[in-house]
């Protein structure tokens, strides 16, 4: 037995780390021939300057410029807002400050984002899963169930893998429910497909609300790693008590405040109004491909849909796969049989996915035909 393996809390033994799709994929190396559709990423490179003028020093615990170009965007004042390594540390860091390991409990409405459970279960806190309804609304009676038994309650909204926002009046029930008991968080990664539903401006009325923030999505930053956690000042002095001393690095605070001013406000919009646009394209497409039985409503940068079977789902996400075009397979998800992933990439990325698409479908046809032909000319000559 390795010293780790002796040493380490025994549940990490056998625990599986968050299959990223950047990890699923590592082993496929080079990242220049591939088009990636799978981590709902932006397409396309940014530009941006760093000052390494005073890169001896510390950072500031929280940079002053990153957290008034924050600010600003979210019309929160300064103390409802901390800057994290990323939506991620969000997510542990409420876990880690409200769970006593072992003891508490985080609940989840699968399907969902699956950092949620992966981060409790490196803390040592139960999950507990009220699952989404058919129509992807939160099972109000589930969670009514369960109020006093979690500590920390996830909702995300628009939902990952799923798309859709969850309705406000639901939202605001499971907040009511949870009122006296649980820390409500509302993971608003992809809010800035339909800012309007926001409920950050919601902080003044409920104590007990968190909303996650951040810029790998929209903001077309994923590989920056910066996000925001907003809530009202108790409960970030508290998550300040947890977080690293230096949480983000000089050179992250000011490419981060470049794309949070006015100029990088308006390229993100222009980005968002561009993949909204695209997403309805390839939603239509979908819907029309036999082969689809499903397309699921979607108010993020990403299309969920399901096939008609395993072997139609299998066969689409390799053939893809084969020509460099890497979407993510979420059939192993709680209702989500025979269901694939496609973030939306460029224009380009998205018309070479579909004629792939379609020529495998064509060179199956035409194999299949093949076959059968010879098969029949062989029974024949029989
Ligand atoms: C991508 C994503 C995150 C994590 O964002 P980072 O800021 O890159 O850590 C959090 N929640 C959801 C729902 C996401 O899809």
Not at 13 to 41: C, H, T
Not at 215 to 237: E, M, P, Q, Y
Request: some cysteine; aromatic content about 8%.
């Amino acid at each position: 037995m390795s010293i780790a393996n002796k040493l380490a809390r025994k549940e990490l033994i056998a625990m599986v780390p968050y299959q990223s799709a950047r990890r699923l994929f590592a082993s496929s190396g080079d990242m220049q021939g591939k088009i990636w559709l799978n981590a709902n990423e932006a397409s396309g490179p940014g530009h941006y300057q760093v000052n390494s003028d005073s890169i001896n020093r510390y950072p500031d615990f929280q940079p002053e410029n990153l957290i008034n170009a924050y600010r600003q965007y979210c019309r929160l004042s300064a103390e409802n807002i901390l800057a994290t390594r990323g939506a991620d540390e969000g997510i542990e860091l409420i876990i880690r400050t409200f769970c006593q390991a072992y003891q508490d409990s985080v609940l989840i409405c699968p399907p969902t984002y699956g950092m949620y459970a992966i981060s409790a279960e490196n803390h040592g806190a139960d999950i507990i899963k009220v699952p989404l309804t058919k129509e992807l609304a939160l099972d109000l009676a589930g969670l009514k169930a369960q109020v006093g038994q979690a500590k920390v309650v996830f909702l995300c909204s628009p939902g990952n893998p799923t798309g859709n926002l969850l309705s406000q009046d639901e939202i605001q029930t499971a907040l009511e429910l949870f009122a006296e008991s649980a820390i409500v968080v509302v993971d608003e990664a992809y809010i800035e497909f339909s800012p309007e539903q926001s409920v950050a401006s919601w902080l003044k009325k409920y104590p007990h609300l968190v909303i996650l923030r951040t810029l790998s999505k929209a903001f077309a930053l994923a590989g920056l790693r910066c996000g925001f956690t907003l809530a009202n000042t108790d409960i970030i002095a508290m998550l300040s008590k947890v977080i690293a001393p230096y949480p983000i690095s000089a050179p992250v605070a000011d490419i981060a405040s470049t794309a949070l001013a006015p100029s990088g406000l308006e390229q993100m919009n222009v980005r968002v109004q561009e993949t909204n646009m695209l997403r309805v394209q390839l939603a239509d497409w979908l819907a029309q491909q036999s082969w689809c039985s499903q397309v699921f409503n979607s108010d993020a940068n990403f299309v969920l849909f399901r096939c008609q079977n395993e072997t139609i789902k299998n066969f689409i996400f390799e053939s893809l796969a084969r020509q460099g075009i890497l979407i993510r397979d979420q059939s192993k998800q709680q209702n989500l049989t025979d269901c694939l992933r496609i973030s939306i990439g460029s224009e380009h990325e998205l018309s070479l996915l579909k004629q792939t698409i379609i020529n495998s479908f064509n060179d199956k046809l035409t194999t299949d035909n093949v076959i059968t032909t010879t098969a029949q000319t062989a029974a024949k000559e029989n």
